[in-house]
Structure formats: structure tokens, C-alpha cells
DNA sequence: GTGGCTGCAAATCATTTGCACTTTC
DNA sequence: GAAAGTGCAAATGATTTGCAGCCAC
């Protein structure tokens, strides 16, 4: 199952179906639950974390329809891809926001980002930069204390 | 085939054999001609492109040692892996850079950084950052230019 | 009513793995 | 000579697709 989120803060979202009318997509069952998985956790689910949570609202769902619609959905900017090393996952948080990836356990948790930032340090000349976003890595508190202490933990975030 | 570097700035690199044996790993023929490959060129080739680019030398390689080795090369720290939406890349340039994705062609060019950069902005209390990375996104210079141009274009780098 | 959407199953594509044979050290 | 590495082919896993029926508009 997949936790809620704990602390984001969220840019406010205008209502989905809109979006998706605006392109002649239409508001089915499985899309709108789908879309509202991504958004209620901060986890960064993977397609199959999407679909285990999706089935337990709607058993019936297919992996086909949960891979077309996170597809859709991102496409029409309502949630993110993020490639990872691990596989592709999807972020629910529209709100402009860097990444910070623990090295130890691999979850990736949301920075926001103080007002509106410029890009760290200019380019190359000839790039017009549209956007940007900074990942960090390193260790997250509970893995820097379990470090301290011998006991064994899990090498990476299982995906779930 | 894949192009040769243009202008990027390397760290200087220590002779393969060394990292390797030091890890109790043969310097072979086809390890050394992925490595090469992968270091002769800034276009984060994925593990297709340089299987076919390590063919034309060595015609016999397999698909399978080309995995296995990109996976090794990058566990020592000789290769480095990009997880991009489109699949898994590799990087063969060792200096500390930043990247910019053209959102119109796809390419991925490498962005020296300007000396030891801190961090962009203070992420998180609680986290200890040990290293970070930003990616710009953006237009390059010859999309810009073709945008003007009602001529068509490739969408995306096919990856080779 | 119709075109988009769905579930299902089969097809495709990427990546990994087992094994007998080579090669490096 | 032993252990690591290789080629080959088969296995696994992830993602996509074809299609007949369903449902949102």
C-alpha cells in the first residue's frame, strides 16, 4: 500500500477534468482513480505501485490501462515521469521542486523550492534554457542514525 | 556509428587497467573497447548504440557481454549510468558536469561546471548532501534555429 | 450513437542468466 | 592452471498492442 504523503506543499490543482476535455480525452473510473493515486502520495510510485494500489479501489483494472494512463496523464502535464535508475516512477506534486535521493535506503524525497529560483549557474551560450531542476544525493536521517548502530536495513526502497 | 566527442573538458583518467585490477577485474579485449567507445564520445550513447559501435571492432562481442560490462564499468566508477526517460545511457565523461536536455531534439549535452559549485540552495534539514547534479531543459542552438524554418525535423535522438 | 476507453491476452522489446568454452593473470 | 570473462541461446521481466465489448459525452 502505498503511505500518504507527509509533508509536501502542493501547487493547487485545478479540477482534472478539465484538462483532459480541453484535448478530448474523457474522465473514465480507472483514470480518474489513477490520477488520484499519483497525487496522494509523495512516494514516487512505480507502474506496478500504481496498479497494486489502483486494484484495491478497482479490481477489475488492467496493467494495460494503468501503463496508457499514466502515459496520458503525464503527457497532459496532471502528473511527472521520473526516470530512475530502478525503473520509471511518476510525482504527483506540480509545485516546482528538486529531488533528494538517499544513497543508502533510495528513496527520493521532495525539496521545495524557496520562490522562484534561478538556474544555479548560467550555461552555454546558444541554450535557452526553459527550466531546471537539481538532484541531491546523499544520506537521509534514518539511514545516518541506523548507520551508527550495526543493524542490518534495506539496501533500496522496494519500489512498493 | 557514434559521433566523436565536439569541445568537452575531461578529468584526466587514470590508465583502465589500474581501477580494474584493483578490484580483482582482467583488463579483456571487448572491456576495453566498450570502455573506449564509451569515452570517446559525448553523446550518452544507450547500451544498443555502443554494442553496435563495439561491433565494428570486434564483430564477434555479444549483446550480453556489452551488459554485463557497462554494469561493471559503471560499479568501478570508469563509465557513468544516466537513467533518461528513454532508456538507460551511458556517460563516459568522469569531470564534474551538469547536463541539458534539448526538449526539442532530445540531445543531452554536458555542461562543465565552473569550479567546486556548492549546492544551489540549502535543501532540507536533516539530509546530509554529498553530491548533487542539475539538469537544464531547454532548446539548443540548431533547434532554435530550424524552429524559425518551417522544416521538419526528428522529433527525438533515435538513441544510436 | 459514436469514439474513446477498457480488460484481456498475446506480442514485443529490453535485460539477465546458464552453460560450455576461452582467455587473462 | 584457476578463475574471470565470453558467446550463444534461452529465460525473464517490463511495456506495448490488437481487439471486441463498454461507457462517457
New interface residues.
Partial sequence: MIPKKTSARRAPVAPPGEALRARGLRLTGPRRVILEVVRATDRHPSVAAVYAEVRRRLPRVSLGTVYRNLRCLAAEGLVR?R???AG?RFDGNLAPH?H?T??TCGRV?D?P??RV?P???P??P????????????????AC?RRAAAPTPQRRRDDGR
Avoid: K, N
Fill in positions: 515521469e526516470a530512475e535508475p520509471l528538486d533528494f538517499c544513497v524525497l525539496i523550492r524557496r529560483a538556474p544555479p549557474h550555461p552555454a546558444g541554450l535557452r534554457i526553459m527550466s531546471h531542476r537539481v538532484e541531491f544525493y546523499g544520506r537521509c536521517g545516518r
